[in-house]
């Protein structure tokens, strides 16, 4: 079984301040791990994903993620925010075995990020 | 490449009536999936193939009907629409079923049952 927890169902940070995005997650086997953005009305565009290589993640638009095992953390960052920053955050989990999670992506509920001028 | 295509983007029905939304890819992807998105739950899975002519059941399968004749498509039938399926849905491709594989999504489906 796998399951996602987004820690927060909304974050508000200033333009040029640090984005903070937590997630935890739990797996029966080694994940894979994901995050989506999705600005509103528009469908969900891959930020990064981690897939058991560097812990580290680098993405676009400047984000970065890191794979602590020992936590089951994949904690979404940015060291400065952008107005168009502004959506709706997903992690999210898939199983890299078989078991009842083949072949089936979990969805934490989403953080929805503000960002003010 | 035009990636995940749904069609349509936007429906209104009334309870009772059936409908298709339509999930092409070009990618050749052998795994394709649907989902719905309802505020403050993520997207929950409907149901899934990992190739043509197989298909299996997800999280919330019920009221819903698929198929998988080709590589390529992968409707998404609701068989008598109640309100409760009033959601966004998302059609999703990828390489493989497992993890690793970056899955695409389509721009998703608006559906209003009244």
């Known amino acids: 079984a796998q399951s996602v927890t987004q820690l927060d169902s909304h974050v508000s940070v200033s333009e040029g301040t640090p984005v903070l995005l937590r997630c935890n997650y739990s797996?029966?086997?080694?994940?894979?791990l994901f995050w989506y953005v999705q600005h509103p009305n528009k469908g969900l565009q891959l930020l990064l994903k981690y897939t058991s290589a560097a812990t580290l993640v680098k993405g676009i638009n400047g984000f970065e993620a890191e794979f602590k095992k020992s936590e089951t953390s994949f904690h979404l960052t940015k060291p400065s925010a952008h107005m168009s920053d502004a959506a709706e955050y997903f992690c999210v989990v898939s199983s890299n075995a078989g078991g009842t999670s083949y072949g089936k992506l979990t969805f934490g509920q989403g953080t929805i990020l503000t960002v003010h001028p | 490449n035009a990636g995940v295509t749904q069609t349509p983007k936007f429906q209104v029905l009334k309870t009772g009536q059936s409908m298709t939304l339509q999930c092409a890819q070009d990618m050749n992807h052998e795994y394709m999936s649907w989902y719905r998105q309802d505020p403050g739950m993520g997207l929950r899975l409907i149901h899934y193939s990992v190739g043509a002519g197989i298909t299996d059941q997800g999280e919330v399968p019920n009221g819903y009907n698929v198929s998988r004749s080709t590589t390529e498509d992968f409707p998404l039938r609701l068989l008598s629409a109640a309100p409760s399926q009033t959601s966004v849905y998302f059609c999703?491709?990828?390489?493989?079923?497992?993890?690793?594989?970056?899955?695409?999504f389509g721009e998703g489906s608006w559906l209003t049952v009244v």
């Open positions: 797996s029966s086997y080694s994940p894979s």
């Open positions: 999703a491709s990828s390489l493989g079923a497992l993890g690793g594989n970056t899955i695409y």
